[in-house]
Nanobody, 120 residues
Framework: QVQLVESGGGLMQAGGSLRLSCEAS????????LGWFRQAPGKQRDFLAA????????KYADSVKGRFTISRDNGKNTGYLQMNGLKPEDTAVYYC?????????????WGQGTQVTVSS
């Protein structure tokens, strides 16, 4: 069992930056691949980025490539999503997820989400 807790969301003006954190507890953190997703009101949940357990492999959605960076610190049991050049359309609830499989169809564990609001 893995428990995930996101933090770092908030209200930001367009053009600003935020770093989201995903702290994990439970089983060996490095044994799990992580993913970041977001869901805006009335929309489906969208994939943003994924990182392998070792941190050596990453994957990004085209919509955030070049603006968002996924990373992890296995020593701190924490994953991160650095978001730069924020836009109002980035407003959403952001979730992290964990799986034993890289880029699975369905992740096994999810956090509760953290709200990011970007004003114009």
């Amino acid at each position: 069992q893995v428990q995930l807790v996101e933090s770092g969301g908030g209200l930001m003006q367009a053009g600003g930056s935020l770093r989201l954190s995903c702290e994990a507890s439970g089983r060996t953190f490095s044994g799990y691949h992580l993913g970041w997703f977001r869901q805006a009101p009335g929309k489906q949940r969208d994939f943003l980025a994924a990182i392998s357990g070792s941190g050596g492999t990453t994957k990004y959605a085209d919509s955030v490539k070049g603006r968002f960076t996924i990373s992890r610190d296995n020593g701190k049991n924490t994953g991160y999503l650095q978001m730069n050049g924020l836009k109002p359309e980035d407003t959403a609830v952001y979730y992290c997820a964990a799986s034993r499989v890289f880029l699975p169809r369905n992740y096994d564990y999810w956090g509760q989400g953290t709200q990011v609001t970007v004003s114009s």
